[in-house]
Structure formats: structure tokens, C-alpha cells
């Protein structure tokens, strides 16, 4: 198994720049491959439900992506109902295009692996539809609700140079301790409340 590179972290430019479309040819070849099998790596290592190539230095447009029963155990049932978080196989998209479906949108704490250590309120649209190629170059399209949606729409914002910082609430953003703490296992509605 070759070295993992590390998750670049805010500041660094490669996750402002927009990514650059991956060539269709270009994604049957090894050292695509080897990238998109790291990037799985890196993300379940983190762990994390997401990563973009540009958040290990590649400027590319691919995104991974999955979750996991062993992560979602981590919350309550609850939050995994408010939140409609439920597991979903890995999915690789390579040069997506994403749509915002409708007008529903939902507000929850979101971190990044890129933005270490911190949390913060952001609101997204409730349901998108996603196409692209995917890890063997063929079209797909996943029409999602919920967090999956989520992760959709913060994954495609890294691949355009935007984080979550940048549609935070900004009073919303905490140090993962301080957000479990004052937050945590409270009803979204109520915390939206509280929040200064
Ligand atoms: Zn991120």
C-alpha cells in the first residue's frame, strides 16, 4: 500500500482553485484508479462521509463518497431521522453536475476534513440530483434527499473552491467540543434558537 497523502488543510490554495474536468479517457488508466482507491482510503481512514480530490492536492473534478452503518451509529436515532441520514454504498462521481431540486432546504451542523476540529450551522437545499461518469467512466445520475444530498452539495462546492466557511453561519461556528457541549442531542429546531 503506497503512503496516504495527507488532508490538506484550509489556507492551502488547491481548495480554492476550481478543479479541472478529468479527461473520459483518462479514467481507465492506473494512476486514476490509484487515485480514486486513495481517496477512499483517506476518507475512511479520516473517518469522513466524503472527500474531493483537491483535498489531497488534486485538482481534479472526483468526488467519493459513502456512509456507513458503524458512523451513523455514532448519533442518536433521533438525529439519524431528523437528519435522514442512512447508509449508502460508495459512489464515485467524476465530473458531476449538480442540481438543487425544489425549494426545501435544512440547516444542521456540518464539519469538513479540511477544516479540522470545527463545526458550524449550514443550510442546504433538502433534495439534488447529481450526473456524471462513474470509477469505470460510465454516466449515472443519483436523484437524492436528506444528508446523502448534503454530502452531494458540500463535495461538488470543494470541486468550484468553495467550503463550508463560506455558507456558514458564522455565529454557528464551533470546535466540535464546543458544539457537542452546548448542542448536542437538542432537536434542531431548538437549537436554532439558541444559537447567537
Ligand atoms: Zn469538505
Known amino acids: 500500500m503506497p503512503k496516504l497523502p495527507p488532508i490538506v488543510q484550509t489556507g492551502d490554495l488547491v481548495l480554492r482553485a476550481r478543479a479541472e474536468e478529468v479527461p473520459a479517457e483518462k479514467i481507465r488508466e492506473k494512476a486514476f484508479r490509484d487515485l480514486v482507491s486513495s481517496m477512499i482510503t483517506v476518507m475512511r481512514k479520516a473517518p469522513g462521509v466524503g472527500l474531493a480530490a483537491p483535498q489531497i492536492g488534486v485538482g481534479l473534478r472526483v468526488i467519493v463518497l459513502e456512509d456507513r452503518e458503524e458512523l451513523i451509529r455514532k448519533i442518536s436515532d433521533d438525529e439519524r431521522l431528523e437528519r435522514k441520514r442512512e447508509a449508502f454504498p460508495t459512489r464515485v462521481f467524476v465530473n458531476p453536475i449538480l442540481t438543487r431540486i425544489g425549494d426545501e432546504k435544512a440547516t ?26 462513474d470509477e469505470e467512466g460510465v454516466a449515472q445520475t443519483w436523484r437524492v434527499r436528506g ?15 468553495t467550503l463550508y466557511i463560506d455558507r456558514m453561519r458564522s455565529r454557528s461556528f464551533s470546535t466540535q467540543e464546543h458544539a457537542k457541549a452546548l448542542y448536542g442531542g437538542k432537536p434542531i429546531g431548538e437549537v436554532l434558537r439558541i444559537v447567537p
Do not use: M
Not at 114 to 132: I, Q
Not at 150 to 159: G, K, N, T
Open 147 to 161: 444528508w446523502p444530498a448534503r454530502i452531494l452539495q458540500h463535495e461538488v462546492d470543494h470541486l468550484d473552491g
Open 108 to 133: 444542521f451542523f456540518e464539519g469538513c476534513l479540511s477544516v479540522h476540529g470545527y463545526v458550524a450551522l449550514v443550510e442546504r437545499h433538502l433534495e439534488v440530483e447529481v450526473t456524471g461518469l
